[in-house]
Each structure stands twice: as C-alpha cells, then as structure tokens.
C-alpha cells in the first residue's frame, strides 16, 4: 500500500498546489500494483491548521495523524474489525483509572 500525506503548507486547500503531483504518485504506484490511499480528499474536510504541526512546520500534527490513522485502517481492516476495534477503544476509554500513590 502506497499512501500519500498532503503537505499543509496553505491555508485554504484550494489553493493546494501538489494535487496533481499526488495523482501522478498515485497512478504510478496503482500501475506496479500497490493499493494508493491518498489522503488529500480525507484532509481536504478540515481547515489545514487543524492538522499541521504548526504554521512553519507542514508535517501532520497529532490530529493529522489520527484522520490519517483511520482513512488507512478503513481501507486495510474489513468493516466488522472496524468496529470492533471502535468498541474495544470506548470501553478502554470508559474504564475507571486504577488509583495513583500509596
């Protein structure tokens, strides 16, 4: 699997100048028989300062990573594992934490 990160190097994703570099990466990679995930539609929903690491900085921030995280998990894990996975997540989350010092 090939997956492509868009850079949040703009403000307004329409202003995004790598589109067709990720197309080209992508056809590329289809072409030797990768799965392409390309991540610029996923990204493109939130305001990219929402997802970098910061303004002088394009890399994903924790934010990034997690949308990131889940678009690749939905195209590797079959819909079933998916939820399970979510469920066991919640009830990890709701467990009480175990009390800290003496």
């Known amino acids: 699997m090939v997956v492509v990160f868009p850079l949040c190097t703009v403000d307004d994703w329409a202003l995004y100048p790598y589109g067709p570099l990720h197309r080209m990466v ?3 990679a ?10 610029l539609p996923v990204y493109a929903r939130r305001p990219p300062r929402e997802l970098r690491l910061a303004d002088s900085d ?6 990034g990573h ?3 995280a889940e678009a690749i998990a939905a195209r ?8 399970f996975q979510s469920r066991a997540a919640s009830r990890r989350s709701e467990r009480p934490s175990a009390p800290s010092g003496p």
């Open 26 to 28: 992508a056809r590329a």
């Open 30 to 39: 289809a072409a030797d028989g990768f799965e392409v995930v390309d991540l």
């Open 58 to 63: 394009a890399h994903p921030n924790e934010e």
């Open 66 to 68: 997690r949308v990131a």
């Open 76 to 83: 590797l894990l079959p819909q079933e594992d998916r939820l």
